[in-house]
Nanobody, 130 residues
Framework: VQLQASGGGLVQPGGSLRLSCAAS????????VGWFRQAPAKARERVSC????????DHTDSVKGRFTIFRDNAKRTVYLQMSGLKPEDTAVYYC????????????????????????WGQGTQVTVSS
């Protein structure tokens, strides 16, 4: 599956953005999807992830209560809704997909480890500044 991330931009502190991760080549059925970010001179970190069945989400502590991840399978797209943005959220954001299937527990997992994701989109820049 090929992924295309979009929706980044410049936003003031406290503002909101919605990032999109659109799939092409195949749909996202059976894939867990994660959003990662990398700020200058910092390591890449997993921000949020969503299981293949949509029933499990996980967020890094710094974004809990501010970011939401959800999917629209009909549109082959996973979204990252970001609100209450802070300057420390400034980074390049990437989406990634991991083939898990949906049978039993496999449909309910998503991963913090970037090595579990086999498909990556290009990054989209998010800048939070006044």
């Amino acid at each position: 599956v090929q992924l295309q991330a979009s929706g980044g931009g410049l936003v003031q502190p406290g503002g909101s953005l919605r990032l999109s991760c659109a799939a092409s080549g195949s749909d996202l059925d059976g894939y867990a999807v994660g959003w990662f970010r990398q700020a200058p001179a910092k390591a890449r970190e997993r921000v949020s992830c969503l299981s293949a069945n949509g029933g499990t989400t996980d967020h890094t502590d710094s974004v809990k209560g501010r970011f939401t991840i959800f999917r629209d399978n009909a549109k082959r797209t996973v979204y990252l809704q970001m609100s209450g943005l802070k300057p420390e959220d400034t980074a390049v954001y990437y989406c990634a997909a991991a083939k898990t299937g949906t049978i039993s527990w496999r449909g309910s997992v998503c991963f913090r480890d970037s090595s579990r994701y086999s498909s990556w989109g290009q990054g989209t820049q998010v800048t939070v500044s006044s």
